[in-house]
């Protein structure tokens, strides 16, 4: 964003355009994927048939990895 050029001014952009743009990056960037996690969420208790293909999918992945420590979780929760 720095070195960006606005090419019809022939200019970078200046401070102030810099806050607005991350102000608008972070506006963009949050409303929409805490709303996209909420649907997730409500789809997942509606359907729970894929709600447990999730559990094991992720499960199946992190279950088996060690810790810091080297040990891998046994017990399921
Ligand atoms: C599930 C998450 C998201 C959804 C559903 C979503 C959806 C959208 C949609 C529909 C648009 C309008 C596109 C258009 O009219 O051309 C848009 C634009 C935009 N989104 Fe997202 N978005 C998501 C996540 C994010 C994230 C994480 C960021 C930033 C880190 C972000 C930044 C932006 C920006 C800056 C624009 C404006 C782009 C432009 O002016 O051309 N969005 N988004």
Not at 14 to 34: H, I, P, Q, R
Not at 39 to 60: F, S
């Amino acid at each position: 964003m720095v070195d960006l050029e606005l090419p019809e001014d022939e200019r970078k952009l200046n401070e102030k355009e810099m806050v607005s743009l991350c102000s608008e990056f972070l506006d963009a960037g949050t409303d929409t994927t805490s709303t996209a996690l909420q649907w997730i969420m409500a789809n997942l208790i509606k359907y729970p048939r894929v709600q447990t293909n999730l559990y094991e999918e992720i499960h199946g992945i992190v279950a088996h990895r060690p810790n810091s420590k080297g040990r891998t979780r046994k017990k399921s929760w």
